[in-house]
């Protein structure tokens, strides 16, 4: 996801930072989008849960901090703001998820 949003900067940042209720047609796409994503993550924490790899509790702020702590990190790369390669980028998330999120 990280190599495929570096890829299309201009994308990620519509897609983003997009002001709701400028374009209702966008508005229904985004949030249609937006809502499929959280049943998404919302079923992998849950599943997660289950399996002992992410810690017990309310899912609900869990999920609002990945997908923000998601949307500031590829808005600051596609930007400059942080410079780093994909792979770099995927490191570093997943080292903060360990400490912030998954269960030990």
Same mark, same amino acid.
């Given at each position: 996801m990280v190599e495929l949003a570096l890829g299309d900067p201009a994308m990620v940042t519509i897609s983003l930072s997009t002001a709701m209720g400028v374009d209702p047609g966008l508005d229904e796409k985004l949030g249609k989008f937006y809502g499929a994503l959280r049943v998404f993550m919302d079923e992998t924490l849950e599943t997660g849960q289950k399996l002992g790899l992410v810690r017990? $509790?309310?899912? $609900?702020?869990?999920? +609002?901090? @990945?997908? $923000?702590g998601m949307e500031g990190l590829l808005l600051d790369a596609v930007s400059g703001s942080?410079? @780093?390669?994909?792979? !770099?980028? =995927?490191? @570093? =998330?997943? +080292?903060f998820l !360990? +400490?912030?999120?998954? $269960?030990r």
């Open positions: 017990a $509790g309310d899912r $609900g702020p869990m999920l +609002s901090i @990945a997908l $923000g942080v410079t @780093a390669d994909p792979d !770099e980028l =995927v490191h @570093a =998330v997943m +080292s !360990e +400490s912030g999120l998954l $269960g």
